[in-house]
């Protein structure tokens, strides 16, 4: 940040005493400053920089809104939106993988392409913002434009595509002539759907939109970059030590809520056909279904398709919602909080006195070069400047395990949380609608409580900078111990043919183990289905009667079909003479099937109620994490010297987003396709997303990973309180 000496280098004086006011031992010469925040020149504010108003046009009317509280609501509403953005990302970027035939550790990467965006521009942003001269408003507006950018740059693939997918000219093919490529034949089918989907994949990939949004969220990231150090500290030179803790805390309230609340966003545009407006959504989804407001009930491919051609419901796991819709209003909330934050003045006035220790310049400090102490501008040399001042924080112990704690963290919050949408409905069975719904309302409220707590404690209490380090340790100790019982959370696998039983049940699949940790190739294949020459490249689960989930209809030997919706809205089919299903009944639309019978779909763990108490455990978890944010935050900014702070905010977020950020992404998503059982095939090569996944496997090494992370920034954390220097902070309110 500025130093307080930068702000008001005519207006501050030094004067000897013997004690600070604030109980810490005063400078080797006794000297104490005094600031007078009251006293600004007026003719400073007569600059057009230092009004508020937009370019030349600063009318007087205007003034009145340059003050540290609407900024922080301006400033708030963006972090926020950013949040949001991140949030909305995680809960579309499973169905970005079956558009776009990705595996996790890709999608992590696309995800993960923010912080390599960010870490670009962080370092100089920050060193440039905290100069006597830099109108950090303009430069945090100027990068929410860029992130309004960058929303409707990861948009563009849906418009380039057109949201075509093989299989739904598959299905349009199989309503005009009434043969399903799903049933079994005693003839080998034609490859021609193999070859359709082959064109279409061509397609995706030749068209490059991988790429497309790797550049949309790495563009994103830089936009990111000036949000939270210079607006946290151009709060901080404008309010008292003391009120900086409470204007950060409450301003942290909101932007907290922003992934819950984009969690939100998604489950709900993932509701949406694909081609809507164009397509009749009442004709998609089950009318009569429960469940129908918590899963996908929407096709991808809006607003080009007629919904009713589609032949499938949300339940399909072929099923993708509108992915894309809602990076266009997250845009333009964008660009619009733009517009107030480019008015905001470079400096406010102050209304308020405070008194610090002052400590004779350091020739080493490239932000100390003062002449004297009656009021000299500090003077910034530009590469040897910050060469320097890098070197002065890689030499704070304290802020070292600060840094790396926060790497820790951020591993969690860009790796475990980036894929919680898909953990969950990979545990408890639920769609990604579902999931990403579920997140949302149990995150959002505890969000909020987590900040507020975490804000009101600090105020109170007056917890000291080394106090502030020993509550993040406790804290991280704490979440720590939460993924214990996180283990203990899931639903069972259900039996699928040839992937976790055999066809006839004579084999399980083993529960996972660490120490006896190996593959099993896939045997969808059995006497039963052989002389049906079925296509590896078709997903179509159905569930049995005698509740076993197998590949297609083919795979379970299945000849015939019969439909049994009461309404046109939707085509439910019924699969009939299965070789491969023992005898069971099947209830379906009010009727009764007994025999061997198939319905699509996999089978659900109608008999799981874990999903109670995962509510419970989220809820516990997000308002610790969310109480964490704050003391940390503040940790950092008292752990440097006066003039350090942006840039310890900008060097802590590089090399937080560099150890953390970049990689951890793509380290779960590669865990996570460690655990996968079977994935897609597609042109004769198996490729694409995973089908389904060994639910232990996921759970241990997903669980295992994350619980690793916060043991490593509870010990961080530890070794910061135990070397902590009393006199390192720059604030003495709080030694």
Known sequence: MTSFMERNSSLYRGELDSEDDFGIPPSPDGRRLTLDYAEDPEEEFKLHEN??????????????????????????????????????????????????DLESKLSGFIYGSNDLGFVSMILLVSYFGGKPNAHRPKMIAIGIIIMALSCFFFALPHFGTGGERYWYKIQLKERTSGISSLLCRAAKQSNETVEMECDARQRLKSGGWVITMVIAQFISGMGEAPLLPLGTTYLDDHVSKLNSVLYIGLSLILPNTGQPLGLLLSSYTLRYHVNWPFADSTRVGKANSVSSSYTLRYHVNWPFADSTRVGIDYEDPRWIGAWWLGFVPIGLAFLLTAVPMMCFPRKMRHTHTEEVVFKEPDEDDPLEDIENVEGQLIKFDDIPGLKRLMRNLMTNMVYITLVLAA?????????????????????????????????????????????????????????????????????????????????????????????????????????FNFLNFHTYAPLIEDECNQACHCLDEEFAPVCGANDVTYFSPCYAGCKDRTKVSNTSELEIFVYSHCACVHHGVIPLEGRRYSGSYAESNQCPDEDCTSDV??????????????????????????????????????????????????????????????????????????????????????????????????????????????VFERGRGNSSKYK
Not at 415 to 430: A, D, E, H, M, N
Not at 615 to 644: K, Q, W, Y
Not at 670 to 687: L, N
Not at 694 to 719: K, Q
Request: hydrophobic share 50%.
């Open 407 to 511: 790497a820790c963290v951020l591993s969690i919050g860009n790796g475990f949380v980036t894929f919680l949408p898909k953990y969950i409905s990979v545990q408890f069975g639920l769609s990604t609608s579902a999931a990403a719904r579920l997140l949302g309302f149990t995150v959002l409220p505890a969000a909020m409580l987590g900040t507020v707590a975490s804000t009101v404690v600090m105020r109170v209490w007056h917890i000291s900078d080394r106090g502030m380090v020993l509550l993040c340790a406790a804290i991280s100790f704490v979440l720590c111990l939460l993924t214990i019982p996180a283990m203990g959370l899931f639903c069972d696998q259900q039996p699928f043919a040839g992937l976790t039983t055999s066809y006839h049940g004579k084999w399980h699949r083993p529960r």
């Open 51 to 100: 009004r508020c108003g937009c370019c030349q046009c600063t009318p007087d009317c205007c003034q009145c809104f340059a003050n540290p509280a609407l900024f922080s609501v301006v400033w708030t509403f963006a972090i926020t939106l950013c949040n949001l953005w991140l949030g909305y990302t995680q809960g579309i970027l499973t169905t970005v993988e079956k558009v776009f």
């Open 613 to 722: 108490f995962l509510v419970f455990l989220l809820f516990i978890t997000a308002f610790i994490m969310t109480f964490f944010v704050t003391p940390f935050m503040i940790a950092i900014l008292r752990s440097v010297g006066t003039n350090e702070g942006p840039m310890a905010f900008g060097a802590a977020g590089f090399f937080g987003r560099i150890l953390g950020g970049l990689l951890a992404p793509v380290i779960f998503g590669a865990v996570i396709d460690v655990s996968c059982i079977i994935f897609a095939k597609r042109c004769g090569r198996t490729e694409g997303e995973c089908l389904l996944y060994d639910v232990d496997a996921n759970r241990y090494l997903t669980i295992g990973l994350t619980g690793i992370y916060f043991w490593i920034s509870f010990m961080l954390l530890s070794a910061g309180w135990v």
